[in-house]
């Protein structure tokens, strides 16, 4: 059921009520999520809810508005997001995602400081080689030489790993259509082991991608 | 009653302008001048009056340390970040500034920080408007650069209440055109928004939808624009000039002699989009001449690097937007500098579309406000369904340890947006908390914009680590943030004490609107020229309608003939230019006085006409003369 953002009666704005993202919308809590409804109820809201609407109300109600509708912005921008979506999630049952999170590698990289990152271990020997290869770029960028051959071999694994990050999308909408299930009529272990392997595959999803990012940065 | 205008105002760096629905369609105010454009120019003269727009341009001339232009590029900036224009722009600092202090500048004798300068052009906008509608004027929204950070927007919105403004909302210049273009077109689509104007340059896409302007990705630089362009090639004749060993000058120094360049090297740059070569010819001092002659192909290769810039904004706004140029339905051109046939060529290559400029892009930004202004009003029929979505173009962030930047709210984010963040205390017993806000996309927090520092005072003693404070960070649908916090445990509410790094605190911009009531009593009279105006046209309306009654055959000869003297007399001063609400009152009472006798008789004929039951002329007793009578001297405190 949706969040009552308007008086039943005078249908006047409310004060915000402390909801979850899904319950703002009346969505249930799953990760399947029809974007193009979700769009459209934003739109519909947005035209009652948005300042604009206010200018000439009281500050009572404006105040209302302006909370009502940076809820509003808030929620759609998370839920309408996939990777957003499926983390809000994980947080919204207790699952902390801090490590691998992108201020958390931002920070890592800012300070030097190492991070606590676990290299996946399919990963791992792909990885070792990626690295020796991109130190050695590096190297020859300084020194001005050009090496076709170890540029090939730089996109070959930049093809690969942009595979794998579509193949970690994939495993993750696994993981949805799991858990979409079990909120209906899973265990709480079933839940709780669903929750466990979707953090895995963003966590893994995540690695993927900040190499991915390594390397085009190599490159440029 | 006067009815409750609301204008819409675009504060531009080179020309401002004041707009309003008329109907279902936005119109611009002129000025007295019957001009359009107001230069954002501000001078002072030999008496030390201030004269803004059209009339001050002379002064940049004939006495450039008494005027000032292109404040805006100082608007919510410290004096560490504007050394470059402070080489390019003949600002002078006042001498006595302090670390940490808001800028100011010196035109003539006195000093002004730029929101007062600002003020002063939009006090013209609101005269203009108020001289248009015959009213006052006190509610307005204005236009920014949509890549204004808070302390600019700030800025922008203290020039308004200096101004005497209720500041409704401030609106980013290409969302501002975007609705003025949809208000047009009606259309469904992707566009975008290219804003090049005299000092800065935006670029917005936009998903428009059933009324509904979402702006999905923004960007900008705003420091890039016109005036960018016209100091390269002042720079070029001042190298011209210096290095000719017939004029045996330099003019570096001579701010009469750079001010005289810089209006020719306008006017080429004007002349050059539209034909092949233009002429420099500039009398200097000691009765010099400078010519030469830019061609086409020169100017453009001079210009080549300025409008370079704006590429990586329009690019990364693509990228921000997830969208390619073909995905783009429509590019809509701002700014005077898109005249440029340079730029359009530009814009065409990287939108691989020939963009629309069935608009007039010096006006279109003021359209716009004039519309917005029209649905915060309350909607009228054609913009009721209209709605603008827009987002904060700079992702906000507050320091974490190692001075490295927590981004909680990321750039093109809708706006309202917010983040709740959560603090604790690291001593036993702390009661203070410090909180340092930034704004940019830097990873480190020195490179990143500082906005303020807030302390969380009042925090209950507590053991280090146990006391649990929410703040809440809003960025409102102006795009300023907002800060709250609270304790969690004992539910206190923290007191901020709000430190902004750049900007004039409340009580500042409250003197200063004191101080403006330097001016008042030259607005109350302007106000007072209003209102008696528009009494004096309410009487002789009415008037004109007594004299087609039945009862004006009843007076005498010489009471009709008094009558009509006193309303030539009133009609003389009411058109007259001295703005002598005196003389209008007194003309006023004396034509009031005059057709006492004629209200009461029209008034005598309208009652026996309703006793013999015949239908009552109504418009009669509505607006007969006697509609003049019950109008009191208005009062103003």
């Known amino acids: ?220 | 009653m006067a009815t409750d205008y609301i204008v819409g105002i675009d504060l531009g760096t080179t020309n401002s302008l004041v707009a309003y629905m008329q109907g279902d369609s936005p119109v611009v105010i002129p000025g007295e001048d019957g001009l359009n454009l107001v230069p954002s120019v501000v001078a002072l003269d030999e008496k030390n009056q201030i004269i803004v727009g059209n009339a001050a341009r002379r002064y940049l001339i004939e006495t450039p340390e008494r005027a000032v232009y292109s404040i805006k590029r100082l608007m919510g900036r410290g004096v560490e970040d504007i050394q470059d224009e402070l080489k390019l722009f003949p600002f002078q600092l006042a001498e006595d500034l302090h670390e940490g202090e808001v800028l100011r500048i010196k035109i003539g004798e006195r000093t002004y920080t730029p929101p007062e300068i600002s003020a002063l052009v939009l006090r013209q906008l609101k005269r203009n408007a108020e001289r248009f509608f015959g009213a006052p004027v006190s509610q307005a929204v204005i236009t920014v650069p949509a890549y204004f950070n808070d302390a600019q927007r700030q800025a922008t919105k203290d020039a308004g209440r200096i101004a005497g403004l209720n500041v409704l909302r401030l609106v980013n210049e290409p969302t501002a055109a975007s609705l003025a273009y949809g208000l047009e077109k009606k259309k469904n689509g992707i566009i975008v928004v290219y804003d090049l104007g005299g000092g800065t340059f935006d670029i917005s896409i936009l998903k428009l939808h059933d009324g509904i302007f979402e702006v999905i990705a923004t960007n900008g630089d705003t420091h890039l624009g016109g005036d960018d362009i016209d100091n390269l090639l002042i720079a070029i004749a001042l190298d011209d000039i210096r290095g000719d060993l017939g004029l045996g000058i330099d003019v570096r120094r001579s701010g009469e002699a750079v001010q005289r360049i810089r209006q020719a090297v306008i006017e080429a740059k004007i002349a050059l989009s539209s034909q092949p070569t233009a002429k420099l010819d500039v009398d200097l001092p000691g009765g010099k001449k400078y010519q030469r002659e830019i061609s086409l192909e020169m100017f453009e290769q001079v210009i080549q690097p300025i409008i370079d810039r704006t590429v990586g904004p329009c690019k990364q706004a693509l990228k921000d937007a997830g969208l390619k140029p073909e995905q783009i339905d429509e590019v809509v051109l701002v700014g005077g500098s898109t005249r440029i046939p340079k730029v359009r060529r530009l814009v065409q290559d990287l939108f691989g579309r020939v963009p629309h400029t069935d608009l007039n892009p010096d006006e279109v930004v003021a359209l716009g406000a004039a519309v917005q202004a029209n649905i915060l009003g309350g909607a009228s029929e054609i913009t009721k369904e209209m709605l603008l979505l827009d987002v904060t173009p700079l992702s906000l962030g507050i320091e974490v340890a190692g001075g490295v930047t927590d981004k909680i709210i990321l750039r093109n984010s809708t706006i309202p947006a917010s983040a709740t963040q959560y603090y604790t205390t690291q001593v036993d017993g702390q009661t203070n908390v410090a909180i340092h806000v930034l704004q940019g996309e830097r990873e480190l927090a020195r490179d990143c914009r500082s906005l303020a520092r807030f302390d969380l005072k009042g925090v209950p003693p507590m053991p280090a680590g146990m006391p649990r404070i929410e703040v809440k960070f809003l960025i409102d649908a102006n795009g300023i943030l907002r800060v709250s916090a609270r304790e969690q445990r004992s539910g206190q509410e923290a007191e901020i004490d709000v430190q902004p790094s750049y900007g004039l605190t409340d009580e500042q911009v409250e003197n200063m609107l004191l101080e403006s009531f330097d001016y008042a009593e030259e607005d109350f009279r302007q106000r007072q020229v209003i209102e008696a105006r528009r009494e004096a046209e309410t009487i002789l309306t009415a008037l004109a309608k007594g004299k087609k009654n039945q009862a004006w055959q009843e007076l005498s000869n010489d009471e009709r003939r008094n009558v009509e003297t006193l309303e030539k007399a009133l009609v003389a001063v009411k058109d007259g230019n001295n703005d002598d609400y005196h003389a209008i009152r007194a003309g006023i009472d004396a034509l009031n006085e005059a057709t006492m006798r004629l209200a009461e008789l029209m008034m005598d004929t309208a009652v026996s006409t309703a006793l013999k039951g015949k239908a009552m002329d109504s418009t009669d007793l509505e607006e007969g003369p006697q509609a003049g009578h019950p109008v009191a001297k208005a009062d103003f405190e």
């Not at chain 1, 008086?7 to 029809?34: A, E, H, I, M």
């Not at chain 1, 909370?67 to 919204?92: C, G, V």
Request: net charge negative; charged share 35%.
């Open chain 1, 1 to 220: 059921m949706r969040a009552v953002h308007f008086c039943s009666s005078c249908g006047k704005v409310q004060p915000p009520v402390p909801v979850d993202y899904f319950t703002f919308f009346g969505f249930p809590r799953k990760l399947n999520l029809d974007t193009a409804a979700l769009e459209k109820e934003f739109y519909v809201l947005s035209r009652r809810l948005h300042p604009d609407v206010f200018a000439q109300a009281d500050t009572r109600e404006r105040s209302w508005s302006l909370e009502q509708s940076s809820m509003l912005n808030d929620a759609y921008r998370t839920l309408k997001d996939p990777i957003k979506r499926t983390e809000y999630l994980l947080r919204l049952e207790g699952v902390e995602l801090e490590e691998q999170s992108k201020q958390a590698t931002e920070k890592a990289r800012a300070t030097g400081e190492l991070k606590k990152q676990v290299v996946p271990p399919d990963l791992l020997e792909e990885v070792f080689e990626l690295n020796l290869h991109l130190e050695e770029l590096r190297d020859q960028k300084e020194t001005g030489e050009d090496d076709p051959a170890l540029l090939e071999e730089i996109g070959k694994a930049k093809l690969s790993l942009e595979e794998k990050f579509e193949a970690l999308f994939n495993e993750l909408k696994t993981e949805w259509n799991k858990w979409d299930k079990a909120v209906e009529g899973g265990t709480e272990e079933d839940r709780h082991k669903i929750l466990d392997k979707m953090l895995d595959v963003l966590n893994r999803r995540n690695y993927v991608r900040n190499l991915v990012r390594d390397v085009n940065e190599a490159l440029e």
